[in-house]
Structures are given as C-alpha cells and as structure tokens.
C-alpha cells in the first residue's frame, strides 16, 4: 500500500513538471502584440500631406505693459480711491496719504520767507541810509567839514550793508528751496495713475504706516490687459533655432481648441537654471481684446520653424543612415529601403526638408505612391522595456 501511494506520488509531481514545461514554452515562444504589429506595419506608402515643423516650451502669461504704483513719501496711507479689478485713467486719483506734516513744512516755510522778505527791505533801507550818508561825508571832507576816518567808515558801512543783503538773499534762495521740496513732497501725498490699466494687484490697505525711506513701498499695480505676453522658457538645446519675429502659436488649459497667433518679440539673455536644466526666456506679444487671457496662465507654446501643404511625406521611422556628405541645397540626406516588389527591397537616397516627430518632407528621391520599409524596433528577446528578463 505505501508503494502505491509513493507511486502514485511521483506520478502527480511528473504530470505538473510536464504541464509547467509546456506553460513556459507557450509563455516565452507566444510572440508579443508589438511584435506582431511591427510585422504588420514593416512598411509605409509615400502619400501627399501637410506638415509643420516647430519647437515647444511651457510659459506663463503676463500683461505686456504694467506698472508698480508706489509711494514716494512716508507716512500713513490714508484713503484708497479704487480696488482691484477696477479700470482707471491717466491721472485718476487712487490713493492718499496723511499731509499733515508735509503741510506743516510748506506752513513753515512760507513763513520763513516772509521773515527773511521783511529783513530784506530792512537791509535794503540801511544800505540806502549808508550811499547817503558817505555821499555825505564825501562832499563835507573837501571843506574838512569831517575826518578820513568818518568818511572811511561810512564806506565801510555801504559794504556791510551790502553784504549783509547779499546774505539775506541766499537764505531765502535757501528756503525757496526747501519751500520746493516740501510743496513737492506734500504733493506726493496723493497718489494718480501715471497710465490708463486696471488694478490687477494691491499690496497696501488703508491705515497702513508706508515707509519709503529706504525703498519704495508698493500700493498696487496697474497693468494693460488688452495686450498680454507669454514668457516661455525655452532649453538651450533648441534656443538657437529661434529669432525674433517667429510665428508663434500656443493654447492654455481648459481652451486647447483655441489657438492665439503671436509672434516672437524677444530673447532674453540671460538665463534661469532649473533642476540644472538651462532655460531661454522668450517673450511673445498677443492682442488680448475680448479679455480671454489672464494673468499667470500656463501656455504650451509652439514655434514655427517651417510649414508646407500638400508636399510628400515619409515616416521618419523609414529613414536609415544619415549621409551627411551628401547633402545639397535641395535638403538632408538620408539612405532607405524602397520596396519593389514582395521579395525585392532597393536602397535609395532620398533628401528631405521639413522634419517633425512622425514624418519628414520628401524633397528628392522618392515619387507618390512608392513603398518604404520601416525600421523595426529590435527584438525584446523575452525582456520587459527596461531590459530585465520576464518572469513567469
């Protein structure tokens, strides 16, 4: 009995080492779908089409025209005469800040000067006093009516005088200056749009103490909305194949149907290091008139490097060699396989021109209607896409 059973035993182990056999040479010999597929498209007919050839960036929009409204004066901001979103005009007033102490300057100056005014005329009497008085002296010392020493002393008091009046006059030069400054500070005290926009930022609220001795505090900003800007940040690995006034495209989250049409305004120079990576700011202008962009929206941006209709088109998949020695004025040149009939492939030298991720424009060597091998991708040799071995 406990032979049958250990026969029976060695039996059920042999019966599921033969099945896990044949599973695994089912599982390693079945073909994958890509592969079959790749048989099934090994090769590609040349046909008319359209094509465009561009470079894509990410970007944000901004309001092209904008300005930071601050204050020049310090002290506490009083009252705000708009809120955000409002729309203003040039010279509208928007802000006010407490004038009382640069009122009390101006007060004092004012004052000043009419005290320095009233020494002047006084100073302007006494010098009139002393011409007389050396005229004076000056007829009487001919009849030795007075000593040298009176007439001496009345000239020496014309001068005084003189100088005297002279001093006055720059003090009041002095304070008219001063009168200035503070006139103009107490204007500074109200704050008027220096451009038509709309309040789109407001870093102040009323009551609040400004100091604007070391920088300039910033109460909010104005900004242009019918003409907006894309700042796209570009890698500099397609950086230079971009020039300004390169038609641009771009669409935005939740309107991708729509495309807005710009154009290149600007690179700027100096670029921003990201992760390590270099990137490009470039600027592109777009009129904004219905009010659909705002600002800080993400842009997938497209630059037009080169476009044609109706031209022949390959896959790039078909494209072999690249025969650099062989290009011309008439475009690239690549070396690939034309099929001429089931069992017969010819190599050709085809020149193409426009080129994006799917197809490439045939510019020589190939007519309509000719079939190309495509490249098939190498076989996976029972390996999952990182190059690991697959495992049951």
């Known amino acids: 009995e406990k032979t049958t059973i250990l026969r029976h035993w060695i039996i059920g182990f042999i019966l599921v080492a033969v099945l896990a056999c044949i599973g695994l040479w089912l599982f390693f010999s079945e073909p994958d779908d890509s592969e079959q597929q790749s048989l099934v498209d090994a090769s590609a007919k040349i046909e008319y089409g359209d094509i465009e050839e561009n470079v894509t960036a990410q970007g944000k929009l901004e309001p092209k025209e904008f300005v930071d409204v601050g204050a020049q004066v310090t002290g506490q901001l009083q009252k705000l005469h708009v809120e955000i979103g409002d729309a203003v005009k040039a010279g509208e007033l928007l802000a006010e800040i407490d004038p009382r102490i640069y009122a009390a300057r101006v007060k004092a100056d004012e004052a000043r000067i009419n005290t320095l005014k009233a020494q002047l005329v006084e100073q302007e009497a ?6 007389r008085q050396f005229v004076r002296n000056k007829l009487m010392f001919k009849t030795k009516a007075v000593s ?9 008091n014309i001068k005084a005088a003189k100088a005297k009046a002279d001093s006055i006059r720059a003090q009041l030069d002095e304070v008219q200056s001063s009168l200035t400054g503070n006139r103009t ?3 500074y005290t109200k704050i008027f749009a220096p451009m038509d926009g709309t309040v789109v930022q407001q870093s102040a609220r009323a009551g609040q103490t400004l100091n604007a001795n070391q920088q300039t505090p910033t109460i909010m900003q104005l900004a242009k909305l019918d003409k907006m800007t894309v700042r796209s940040q570009t890698a ?6 971009i020039t300004p006034g390169l038609p641009v495209y771009f669409t935005t989250l939740g309107s991708e149907q729509r495309r807005w049409q710009g154009t290149v305004r600007q690179i700027l120079p100096t670029p921003e290091v990201v992760n390590n990576v270099v990137l490009y700011n470039v600027l592109v202008d777009v009129d904004n008139t219905d009010g659909q962009l705002m600002t800080g929206m993400s842009a997938q941006v497209f630059f037009v490097l080169g476009e044609a209709k109706h031209i022949l088109l390959i896959p790039v998949s078909a494209l072999a060699k690249r025969l650099a020695e062989q290009d011309n004025e ?3 040149a690549y070396r690939t396989k034309v099929i001429i009939t089931d069992s017969e492939v010819q190599e050709k030298i085809v020149r193409i021109g426009l080129q994006n991720r799917r197809f490439a424009e045939v510019r020589e060597g190939l007519s309509a209607g000719d ?3 495509l490249n098939a991708p190498p076989k ?5 896409q990182y190059g690991y071995p697959r495992t049951p």
């Open 185 to 187: 500070n107490l204007g």
């Open 371 to 373: 079939q190309v091998k």
């Open 236 to 241: 500099e690995a397609d950086i230079m194949r």
């Open 148 to 156: 040298q020493e009176a007439l001496q002393s009345s000239e020496t």
């Open 126 to 131: 006494q010098i009139l006093f002393a011409s």
């Open 330 to 332: 008439k475009g690239t």
């Open 380 to 384: 996976k040799n029972n390996n999952n």
